[in-house]
């Protein structure tokens, strides 16, 4: 069961913003967002995570809807390298551990 | 400072042998993590490793078996691999901040796997 969706595939101009949405509607209380990015077809990498305050690195950053059914990762100004497939990710905690459910992410294209 | 690596980089098996990938990292992270990436899709969880000597299944466990006999290192096998095995395998790994996993995960570079 999908936790996460998000657009197939977007376009970027280089140097503006890049506004990546997602939709996590049946995520839980405790469960944190994450996103990650994946480059070629290299490990990904991690960008930034939140629980519902909108959260801000040097990478990018994370805005959360009110109600936590999605969320907007935000690269304020794109380049060539950011050209990769973006994961929105539910993190779900158990007893156990840790777990992470990837989605299919999005295709970002930064133009020239 | 290697980071996370993975051992082979490629590998072609013939439906019902057997394999292990080696994952090794040098960061002194408690938590590891294996993961295959089917083409087109993300990633999902096999199995993971809160510390030595400890695994539990992830999301796609069956048809794999894991073990962390050292901290650094996490195994991956394939006891009677099958086509829908054939994957890009990627092994990662996390560290405890404050008695907690960060989640912030290194990955390694991944192992191509067919079989055919």
């Known amino acids: 069961d999908a936790k996460t969706t998000q657009p197939t595939s977007m376009d970027c101009a280089e140097g503006r913003a890049a506004n990546l949405p997602c939709n996590h509607s049946?995520?839980?209380?405790?469960?944190?967002v994450y996103w990650y990015r994946q480059i070629h077809s290299q490990g990904p990498q991690y960008i930034i995570h939140?629980?519902?305050n909108n959260e801000t690195n040097e990478m990018a950053s994370l805005i959360i809807t009110e109600d936590r059914k999605s969320s907007t990762l935000i690269l304020p100004h794109a380049t060539l390298r950011d050209t990769a497939v973006y994961y929105c990710?539910?993190?779900?905690?158990?007893?156990?551990?840790?777990?992470?459910?990837f989605g299919t992410g999005t295709s970002l294209t930064v133009i020239p | 400072n290697a980071g996370v690596t993975q051992t082979p980089k490629f590998r072609v098996l013939k439906t019902g042998q057997s394999m292990t990938l080696l994952c090794a990292q040098d960061?002194?992270?408690?938590?590891m993590y294996w993961y295959r990436q089917d083409p087109g899709m993300g990633l999902r969880l096999i199995h993971y490793?809160?510390?030595?000597?400890?695994?539990a299944k992830g999301e796609v466990p069956d048809g794999y078996n894991v073990s962390r006999l050292k901290k650094q290192n996490f195994l991956l096998g394939l006891e009677s691999a099958a086509p829908s095995q054939t994957s890009v395998y990627f092994c990662?790994?996390?560290?405890?901040?404050?008695?907690?996993?960060?989640?912030?995960?290194?990955f390694g570079p991944g192992t191509r796997l067919t079989v055919l």
């Open positions: 990662a790994s996390s560290y405890l901040y404050g008695g907690a996993p960060t989640d912030t995960q290194y």
């Open positions: 049946t995520i839980s209380g405790n469960e944190y």
């Open positions: 939140g629980l519902k």
């Open positions: 990710i539910v993190r779900v905690a158990r007893n156990t551990g840790n777990q992470f459910y």
């Open positions: 960061m002194n992270h408690e938590y």
């Open positions: 490793s809160v510390g030595e000597g400890t695994t």
